[in-house]
C-alpha cells in the first residue's frame, strides 16, 4: 500500500485528509510528483507538514524504504597503503525547483566525521568493472571530476611497480569545473607527470587537464583528447586499454566518440569503420567504463 494512502487513514485533520486522498488519487499523480520526488522529500518532512497524521510507529518500519547502499570506487592501491582502503567522495548538494537547498545524505554524512575519530561502518567489497591493469599494458584513462578516482590508484601501483622493474605508459585525461575549486589531487598527478614518472611524456605518457569553466568557453576532457590524437593513437597500436570513468549522463558517449574521431583522423579510415574498431576493442575487453548518476 502506497505511504500517502496510509497515511490518509492515520490522519485527524479533515483537510489534511483530503488533501492526502487527492495525492493518492489518479488525478493527484501530477501534483504529488511535484509537492514530493521533484523537491525530494524525506519521510520525516512530509510527516512534519501533515502533523496531525498520528501513524503507529509498527506502520512507519513497515512502510518507510531502507536507505539504499552506496557504491563507490576504491581510489587507492593496496601497494601503496596497506590495509587501507580510500574513497573519493563528491559532497552532493544542489537546490530544488522550490529553491529549497538539498544535501545528500551519504555524502554529507562522511564530510562531517572527524577525521581523529575512528568510525565504524558496515562495507562490502565487490569486484569492479575496471580491471586491475597489469604493469606491462599501456594505458589511456580519461575520469574527469570524481571519476579520477579509481586512476588514482592505478597511478599508485605503477609508481611504485615501477621502482623494482620496467612498466608500460599512462596517459590520463582529467576535467573539472575550476583550478582553484575542484582539482582532485593536484598535487599527485603533477608528481607523477614529472621528471620520468609514471604520468610523463618522456615516459610515453602524459597527464592533461580541462578546466570547463576557467575560461568564457567551455573546454572538457574530449577537447584535450583531440589536441593529443597522435599520442592516443600511438599508444592504441602499442596495443593500450582504454579506462573511462565518471558521471553516466553525457560523457561516456561524448568519449565514445572522440575516440571514433581520433582513430579516423590517426588511421586514416573512415568514422564507420573507426567505430567497428573501437567495437572490436570492446569485445577484446580492452575498452572499459565504470559510470554512474
Request: hydrophobic fraction near 40%.
Amino acid at each position: 500500500m502506497d505511504f500517502i494512502q496510509v497515511m490518509s487513514y492515520f490522519a485527524k485533520a479533515q483537510h489534511e485528509r483530503e488533501r492526502l486522498q487527492y495525492f493518492a488519487s489518479p488525478e493527484g499523480r501530477e501534483d504529488l510528483y511535484q509537492y514530493n520526488q521533484k523537491e525530494r522529500r524525506t519521510v520525516l518532512e512530509v510527516l512534519q507538514d501533515f502533523p496531525s497524521v498520528q501513524m503507529p510507529f509498527e506502520w512507519l518500519v513497515q512502510l518507510v524504504p531502507p536507505m539504499k547502499t552506496r557504491a563507490f570506487s576504491v581510489s587507492s592501491s593496496l601497494l601503496a597503503h596497506p590495509n587501507q582502503v580510500h574513497l573519493t567522495v563528491s559532497v552532493v548538494s544542489w537546490m530544488t525547483p522550490y529553491k529549497r537547498k538539498r544535501n545528500g545524505l551519504c555524502s554529507t554524512w562522511l564530510a562531517g566525521l572527524d577525521p581523529q575519530l575512528s568510525i565504524y561502518i558496515p562495507a562490502w567489497f565487490h569486484e569492479g568493472s575496471l580491471p586491475r591493469p597489469p604493469p606491462s599494458l599501456p594505458l589511456i584513462l580519461v575520469g574527469p571530476g570524481t571519476g579520477c578516482a579509481p586512476f588514482r590508484g592505478f597511478v599508485e601501483e605503477r609508481a611504485i611497480q615501477s621502482l623494482s622493474g620496467p612498466t608500460a605508459p599512462i596517459i590520463f585525461f582529467f576535467g573539472c569545473r575550476n583550478e582553484e575549486s575542484d582539482y582532485l589531487y593536484k598535487e599527485l598527478w603533477l608528481h607523477h607527470s614529472q621528471n620520468e614518472g609514471v604520468l610523463s611524456e618522456a615516459k610515453g605518457g602524459g597527464f592533461y587537464v580541462a578546466f570547463s569553466r576557467d575560461q568564457p568557453q567551455k573546454v572538457y576532457v574530449q577537447h584535450k583528447m583531440l589536441e593529443q590524437s597522435q599520442r592516443i593513437w600511438n599508444l592504441l597500436v602499442a596495443k593500450a586499454s582504454i579506462y573511462v570513468a565518471g558521471s553516466s549522463t553525457k560523457m561516456p558517449s561524448d568519449v565514445w566518440s572522440t575516440f571514433e574521431e581520433i582513430v579516423s583522423r590517426e588511421g586514416g579510415i573512415s568514422r564507420d569503420f573507426a567505430a567497428i574498431w573501437l567495437k572490436a576493442l570492446n569485445r577484446e575487453g580492452k575498452y572499459h567504463v565504470e559510470a554512474w548518476s
